[in-house]
């Protein structure tokens, strides 16, 4: 029965179309992104903030991943680049707390006080980049995280109009890794069309004031 047999062919070449569409998203963004990503600290520009995402903390230090976002972040700090670190994460429950830790490590390292900033309510990369602009009001930063993640936080970033740039992190780079950001990739694209704004907003906490009013 042709009619049978052109339904099914219909619906295997749709799949594919989509398959494509969205094995291609990961791509795009990191080519877009490509003349905003630094792998040296000396040749990126300076902005107000260095924005550190969340990532799994263990036994309530911070992942060797995350970590290594940290020393990023810091090595920006002492070198001029930025004047202010925001740390964001997931802090949605007691028991959970990525940017917590983060800070401890940010203050041992001898940031100051005043110039961390947390954002408990980023939940996810798009969230942590709006809630960047629209309760800290950041109008220019540098996103440290690792080569998988960054093409798509930039991405992000920079279509909600802020000034940003990245900085690669060590760590990561796992298949997997870049295999998660197929996903990852296609929903940051879903939430950029959709203009999402995050459940969670709340009050502002610029830039310009005390980070420690944003620590608990």
Known sequence: MWFVRAYYRFVIIAILLVAIVAVCAPIEMRFAMRPFT?????DVPTAEVAIVPGASVLNGKPSPVLSARAD????LFESGKVSKILVT???GQLNYDEVTPVRRYLTEAGIPA???????AGFDTYSSM????????AESAIIVTQDFHLPRALYIARHLGMTAYGVVAEGGGSPLDYLREVPASDKAL????????PEFLGAPFPLTGSGTS???
């Open 38 to 42: 630094y792998t040296s600290i000396a």
């Open 72 to 75: 990023t972040a810091i090595e």
């Open 89 to 91: 994460g997931d802090n």
């Open 114 to 120: 005043d110039d961390i900033f947390l954002d408990h």
């Open 130 to 137: 709006y809630r960047a602009i629209a309760v800290f009001h």
């Open 190 to 197: 879903f939430d950029l069309l959709a203009h999402r704004i």
């Open 214 to 216: 944003t620590w608990y």
